[in-house]
């Protein structure tokens, strides 16, 4: 390894600590200059560093957010048509980190972008979720989240047609079910949780905790709270970062909200809470540390305007197989106090840490465009200071459930939606579920197992 190269380190010298701690003594090889889609893939290019120090922007076509997760399009181009002109990425280096499973030492950075008249482009996922938070802002509002990530390590797969099993432990054994919070269970993936961490800390990024979840090989990770877009640029890089580390183990790490059938979905919950930007206070509790009239619009927000954003927090008809009755996912948005059995929870908090969680999302979501969604739910229960229903007291999976049960209907809701696509915007209302509706399009030529087993010769 040689010294630095003198053309790198002009740009190199205001990077993050733990990216400059990562390269210390090292030379730079390679930046990768990276955006998330729609689906929340990594696009982007891998550029020499010497060459990244140079150029103060690179290229892409705008055609990648109109691209499904099948690698077909959707017909969202416009008026011009498809012409794939191209978007100004910009970098953001606050947000350059390591990328630690490579074969040598390379940075990603994540990219914001623009059009040709320097505007922020409106279907960019980033785009969209600072839209939102600046809406917070101009109320004098400053959103916090933490998010929770949950995901499966399953065997490796390499045939859609066979079953997805959980993945091998250290004893030799196939991960148990049913073994929540159990420490053994965690033990059982050692080395790939150890790699997790590693990666985590070459990247800077602060976990709260791993936790054994009730499936097969299913585990949590949570994070410190703070600013959406870098919790959300956090959740981002960790799903590439979890799946590497799997990788290194012979074993896949899969994101899918339901991907063994007999076993719990995997959710991405959302806490929220909003301080005052001018006092630093919790607008959910009052001077005598009660529950504010914020606390409570908030909470409506969340019952009334979650139903027509589920198209986002569910994107894929996989997606609704994790809303089943007493199996861990909500089917309602009721709301309760410590109850898990509830689309919205509040959980045990002191006054100043009083805080709504979001338990709709699923793992499998975009993470800028799950938290924009349901801060903006959030918001709209603000604006129009509107009154939530009465606590939900006992198993909330006794109660109706208010979750579309499918992708098309779901799209429905949220093109009439007029509210929540004023905030979340317009265009990108528009090209989102153009989108989707490829994709739900693509998904009914496919003719499942279970046709062929009991339509085939009984109908």
Not at 153 to 181: H, T
Request: hydrophobic residues 40%; negative net charge.
């Amino acid at each position: 390894m040689g010294a630095p190269d003198k053309t790198t380190t002009a740009w190199m010298k205001n990077l993050p600590d733990a990216a400059q701690e990562y390269l210390e003594g090292k030379r730079l090889d390679e930046v990768e200059c990276v955006i998330s889609d729609l689906p929340g893939i990594a696009r982007g290019k891998a550029v020499p560093a010497a060459k990244f120090g140079r150029q103060e922007h690179f290229h892409l076509p705008d055609s990648i957010f109109y691209q499904t997760i099948t690698g077909d399009w959707g017909e969202a181009a416009g008026d011009e048509g498809f012409i794939e002109r191209d978007m100004i990425l910009k970098p953001d280096m606050a947000t350059a980190t390591a990328a630690p499973w490579t074969g040598d030492w390379t940075l990603q950075v994540i990219h914001d972008a623009f059009d040709r008249n320097d505007k922020p482009v409106p279907y960019s996922p980033r785009n969209v979720l600072k839209r939102v938070v600046d809406l917070y802002r101009a109320k004098g509002w400053e959103p916090v989240v933490a998010p929770e990530m949950e995901f499966y390590l399953v065997a490796r797969n390499l045939d859609p047609a066979e079953k997805i099993k959980p993945m091998m432990g250290r004893s030799g054994r196939p991960a148990a079910a049913r073994q929540a919070y159990s420490m053994t269970a965690v033990d059982e993936f050692g080395p790939v949780i150890d790699d997790i961490y590693d990666f985590a800390e070459a990247q800077g990024v602060e976990i709260d905790g791993i936790t054994q979840e009730g499936g097969a090989g299913q585990l949590e990770i949570n994070l410190i709270h703070g600013d959406p877009i870098k919790l959300a640029d956090e959740v981002f890089y960790f799903k590439r970062l979890i799946r590497e580390a799997a990788l290194r183990h012979d074993c896949f790490a899969t994101f899918m909200a339901k991907p063994i059938a007999e076993e719990p979905g995997s959710a991405m919950h959302i806490h929220h809470s909003v301080l005052d930007i001018e006092t630093g206070e919790n607008i959910f509790t009052g001077p005598q540390g009660g529950e504010t009239d914020a606390f409570f619009h908030f909470i409506a927000g969340l019952q009334n305007h979650l139903p027509s954003a589920i198209a986002v927090f569910a994107p894929y008809v996989n997606s609704y197989r994790r809303y089943v009755k007493d199996n861990a996912a909500p089917i309602n948005l009721e709301w309760g106090r410590d109850n898990r059995t509830t689309g919205i929870r509040v959980p045990i908090a002191s006054p100043k840490a009083r805080r709504v969680e979001n338990r709709i999302g699923g793992m499998d979501c975009n993470p800028y465009l799950g938290i924009a969604a349901s801060l903006a739910a959030g918001y709209l229960g603000l604006v129009q200071q509107e009154r939530p229903r009465p606590q939900y007291k006992g198993d909330a999976y006794e109660g109706d459930g208010d979750i579309p049960r499918g992708l098309g209907d779901a799209l429905d809701l949220f093109d009439e939606a007029k509210d929540m696509q004023e905030v979340l915007g317009a265009e990108f209302a528009r090209v989102y579920s153009i989108v989707k509706r490829a994709e739900y399009d693509e998904f009914l030529q496919v003719i499942s197992p279970w046709e062929r087993e009991h339509l085939l010769l009984n109908v």
